[in-house]
């Protein structure tokens, strides 16, 4: 049986993308490149109390991603066990990309251009243009190629009904 994708299960698809951007954000510009930390332009980490402290807010920004793709995965399986459609790879993809794209322009429009919390690349020194390619590939690219991909595989197959299903 082929139908369109419900609601609820593309509104698990881009909770995942949220909380998986916050973690490739998180893992890749704080944790590898040390490019920022979430408080790096209030609190440039130059002293070991200033980057104890932006571990903290880092703490608490990891934390805050953790609870989003906790909570995807928890919409995800019971929409599933539901009997929900089940979206193709090519959409729920393309929903992890739209999901991964709002995070990157929300945070980058609310922590780098409205609060001023750090940016891209903060140190050695802060540098615009990071920031504006951030919004507009990490941002409204990965949005729109996200888009492309969902729209394009509408149909959807159903997931063996609750009886069918075998589980290990």
């Given at each position: 049986?082929?139908?369109?994708?419900?609601?609820?299960?593309?509104r698990?698809?881009?909770?995942?993308?949220?909380?998986?951007?916050?973690?490739?954000?998180?893992?890749?510009?704080?944790?590898?490149?040390?490019?920022?930390?979430?408080?790096?332009?209030?609190?440039?980490?130059?002293?070991?109390?200033?980057?104890?402290?932006?571990?903290?807010?880092?703490?608490?920004?990891?934390?805050?991603?953790?609870?989003?793709?906790?909570?995807?995965?928890?919409?995800?399986?019971?929409?599933?066990?539901r009997?929900s459609?089940?979206?193709s790879?090519?959409?729920?993809?393309?929903?992890?990309?739209?999901?991964?794209?709002?995070?990157?322009?929300?945070?980058?429009?609310?922590d780098?251009?409205?609060?001023?919390?750090?940016?891209?690349?903060?140190?050695?020194?802060?540098?615009?243009?990071?920031?504006?390619?951030?919004?507009?590939?990490?941002?409204?690219?990965?949005?729109?190629?996200?888009?492309?991909?969902?729209?394009?595989?509408?149909?959807?197959?159903?997931?063996?009904?609750?009886?069918?299903?075998?589980?290990?």
């Open positions: 049986m082929v139908s369109s994708a419900l609601p609820s299960t593309k698990a698809g881009l909770i995942l993308g949220l909380g998986l951007g916050g973690f490739v954000d998180g893992i890749v510009f704080h944790q590898i490149f040390h490019w920022h930390n979430m408080g790096s332009a209030i609190v440039p980490p130059v002293t070991m109390d200033a980057m104890l402290r932006n571990m903290q807010w880092d703490g608490w920004f990891h934390a805050a991603a953790w609870l989003l793709t906790v909570t995807g995965v928890y919409w995800q399986v019971t929409d599933a066990r009997g459609p089940v979206p790879t090519r959409v729920f993809t393309g929903l992890l990309l739209i999901g991964w794209g709002a995070f990157n322009l929300i945070e980058g429009l609310i780098h251009q409205i609060l001023g919390l750090h940016h891209v690349r903060d140190l050695p020194r802060y540098i615009p243009l990071y920031d504006w390619i951030f919004l507009g590939l990490g941002g409204v690219g990965l949005i729109a190629l996200g888009w492309m991909m969902a729209a394009q595989a509408v149909r959807v197959r159903r997931p063996l009904a609750f009886a069918e299903r075998r589980y290990y």
